[in-house]
């Protein structure tokens, strides 16, 4: 069964830190896709970022930076220079594309990082 | 991009009332979509998958006849709470598949349910 594992429930750095969030999957599929989402406040899910499983070059966007490792079934996600506008639940999902009949998103139970100034 | 369009947006409702919420997919055609239900400082946990002009398929431990769910359009599906409780007061949120390309998810904005 697929599963996602994210060990860390809540993190509280000081503005400017860096902060990884960690994120563990499970599956048996060779072909899937990873995300994560940040939910804030007002509970609306935010689109961070899709990887595939055949993709396992890390990415960088902005402060925001993923390091995928297959060997480890890792997905990790660090903020650098964290701001206060990212203290919300980041969440990591996992699906399986190749079911055509539309395979649901699979969560972990999200991570709640708090940023003071 | 996708847009999922999700209303009402929070809902204050009388115990043993029953409750509809929409999702409409705007700019695509939505064959499944999925319905997540999130209790305060909670994951989200997928309560059903709803497939276009068939009937819904629902997690273990989750009661169909309660959560009534109907997908009747490529546009549009439906999950209505009946009988509402308090312990059905929570965050309801839908999702859509957008097979792409890229293959994604779109979620829409969500729905407080507050049953007094």
């Known amino acids: 069964a697929q599963k996602v594992t994210q060990a860390q429930t809540e993190i509280s750095v000081v503005e400017k830190e860096d902060v990884t969030l960690d994120c563990v999957y499970e599956?048996?599929?060779?072909?899937?896709?990873l995300f994560w989402y940040k939910q804030p406040p007002s509970g609306e899910l935010v689109f961070l970022i899709r990887r595939n499983s055949f993709d396992e070059q890390n990415e960088i966007s902005g402060r925001y930076s993923w390091n995928f490792q297959k060997s480890t079934s890792s997905f990790n996600f660090t903020i650098t220079a964290s701001q206060v506008v990212d203290s919300a639940v980041y969440f990591c999902?996992?699906?399986?594309?190749?079911?055509?009949?539309?395979?649901?998103?699979?969560f972990g139970k999200g991570t709640t990082l708090s940023v003071s100034s | 991009g996708a847009v999922v369009s999700q209303h009402p947006s929070w809902v204050i409702c009388k115990s043993g009332t029953s409750v509809k919420i929409e999702c409409r997919s705007l700019d695509f055609q939505a064959t499944t979509m999925f319905w997540y239900r999130q209790f305060p400082k909670q994951s989200l946990m997928l309560m059903a998958t709803?497939?276009?002009?068939?009937?819904?398929?629902?997690e273990q431990g989750v009661e169909k006849d309660k959560f009534l769910i109907n997908h009747a359009s490529l546009t549009l599906s439906t999950l209505t709470v009946t009988s509402a409780h308090p312990e059905d007061s929570s965050f309801y949120i839908c999702?859509?598949?957008?097979?792409?390309?890229?293959?994604?998810?779109?979620f829409g904005s969500g729905t407080r349910l507050t049953v007094v």
């Open positions: 599956t048996r599929d060779t072909t899937y896709y």
């Open positions: 999902a996992l699906s399986d594309p190749t079911n055509q009949a539309g395979t649901a998103l699979i």
């Open positions: 999702s859509a598949r957008d097979f792409g390309p890229p293959v994604g998810y779109t």
């Open positions: 709803s497939n276009e002009g068939s009937k819904a398929t629902y």
